[in-house]
């Protein structure tokens, strides 16, 4: 398995609404930096902050349109660019991210998400 194949599994584990799934791939120590909402450490620390949001959506597509990696499972790097897609309960919120994952001895080690705060908190109010 590729770097870019096992964030593409881990992606995939998110648009099945499968967070034990994603959560099973992450390191211990894994950084998830939403970098304009803050970061968090570990698989806890991770579904503490995204499991209240994914039981509030019916359905989740994120759909990658550019990926690169680099490395090995061992020690690698996946950037991608993609459209978050979230159903809520009477509409769908879509933001444009891109992401970084680091990947060490076959698990994620930090992933950090890049979007616009405002256009986020603009379509939730919506």
């Not at 803050?38 to 550019?66: N, Y």
Request: aromatic share 10%; charged share 20%.
């Amino acid at each position: 398995m590729t770097p870019g194949q096992f964030v593409s599994d881990f992606i995939a584990a998110f648009n099945n609404r499968d967070l034990d799934t994603a959560l099973a791939m992450v390191d211990e120590e894994c950084e998830y930096d939403n970098v304009p909402m803050g970061k968090v450490v570990g698989p806890d620390g991770m579904r503490a902050t995204l499991a209240p949001f994914i039981a509030g959506c019916d359905q989740i597509e994120w759909l990658v349109s550019h990926q690169v990696e680099s490395g090995t499972m061992h020690t690698g790097v996946v950037m991608n660019e993609r459209v978050d897609r979230f159903h809520l309960p009477d509409h769908w919120l879509e933001i444009g991210v891109a992401g970084l994952f680091v990947i060490r001895n076959g698990r994620i080690v930090l992933w950090r998400d890049y979007f616009d705060k405002q256009t986020f908190l603009d379509q939730m109010s919506a």
